[in-house]
C-alpha cells in the first residue's frame, strides 16, 4: 500500500486545512487509516483515525472538536479537516493505514506510511 499525504501549507492562528492522503496499491476498504503528527523535537503522536469500515473514528481527546477525519472510499482517500489552527499544531502530518484495524492506534501498530506534510501555524 502507497499512500501520498498532501495539503499542508503556512497558515496563521485561527485558519483552517485540509489534508488528504491518497492510497494505492491495495484494497482501501480493508485498512484502518489514521493521522499521525510529529512536532520538532517530539515524538510522533496519534491525531485521529477511522476504522476500515469507516464507521468508528476516534481521535486525540485535546483535538476533539477542532479536527475531523473522514474518508471516501470511491475515491481512495482519508482526509483531516483541521480548523481553528493553533501555532502548537505545527508539525509534519503523516497518514497511516494498518489492515482492518479498528482499535489501538499506536504509531508502532501502523504498518504502511506515507511521506509527511509540513504543516505550519503562524500566530
Known amino acids: 500500500v502507497q499512500l501520498q499525504a498532501s495539503g499542508g501549507g503556512l497558515v496563521q492562528a485561527g485558519g483552517c486545512l485540509r489534508l488528504?492522503?491518497?492510497?494505492?496499491?491495495?484494497?482501501?476498504?480493508?485498512?484502518?487509516m489514521g493521522w499521525f503528527r510529529q512536532a520538532p523535537g517530539k515524538e510522533r503522536e496519534f491525531v485521529a483515525a477511522?476504522?476500515?469500515?469507516?464507521?468508528?473514528?476516534y481521535s486525540t481527546d485535546s483535538l476533539k472538536g477542532r479536527f475531523t477525519i473522514s474518508r471516501d472510499k470511491a475515491k481512495n482517500t482519508v482526509y483531516l479537516q483541521m480548523n481553528s489552527l493553533k501555532p502548537e499544531d505545527t508539525a509534519v502530518y503523516y497518514c497511516?493505514?494498518?489492515?482492518?484495524?479498528?482499535?489501538?492506534?499506536?504509531?508502532?501498530?501502523?504498518?504502511?506510511w506515507g511521506k509527511g506534510t509540513l504543516v505550519t501555524v503562524s500566530s
Open positions: 488528504s492522503c491518497a492510497a494505492s496499491g491495495g484494497t482501501f476498504s480493508d485498512y484502518g
Open positions: 477511522i476504522s476500515w469500515s469507516g464507521g468508528s473514528t
Open positions: 497511516a493505514a494498518d489492515y482492518r484495524r479498528t482499535t489501538g492506534w499506536a504509531a508502532i501498530r501502523m504498518e504502511y
